[in-house]
């Protein structure tokens, strides 16, 4: 049974820094492509980050691009997503999704097959 569990969320002042990690466990190799979504409420679950196993393809919302970075080691089957400069907006649930089907990024959440349980990070003006 695949697992993902998420931490590092919190409360931080806007322009602050937080990082998120997911660890994988469950299979004995990790994703092919692992992601980072958001859902703050009464809006849609949205995409945030995506990140190909060899860590050489990543992908962003243009919402976080420049200010959110996302990594991965494999070694320890762990994903990162270190987010800086936070805004009020960023406020959301976010959550870490693993894909062991396709070899290339997508934003659409019905991709990926296995979600962590979210992270609370809320963003204070």
């Known amino acids: 049974q695949v697992q993902l569990v998420e931490s590092g969320g919190g409360l931080v002042l806007a322009g602050g820094s937080l990082r998120l990690s997911c660890a994988v466990s469950g299979r004995t190799f990790s994703p092919y492509v692992m992601g980072w979504f958001r859902q703050a409420p009464g809006k849609e679950r949205e995409f945030v980050a995506g990140i190909t196993r060899s860590g050489g393809s990543t992908d962003y919302a243009d919402s976080v691009k420049g200010r959110f970075t996302i990594s991965r080691d494999n070694a320890k089957k762990t994903v990162y997503l270190q987010m800086t400069s936070l805004k009020p907006e960023d406020t959301a649930v976010y959550y870490c999704?693993?894909?062991?089907?396709?070899?290339?990024?997508?934003?659409?959440?019905?991709?990926?097959?296995?979600w962590g349980q979210g992270t609370q990070v809320t963003v204070s003006s």
């Open positions: 999704a693993a894909d062991f089907s396709r070899f290339f990024i997508t934003t659409s959440a019905r991709a990926y097959e296995y």
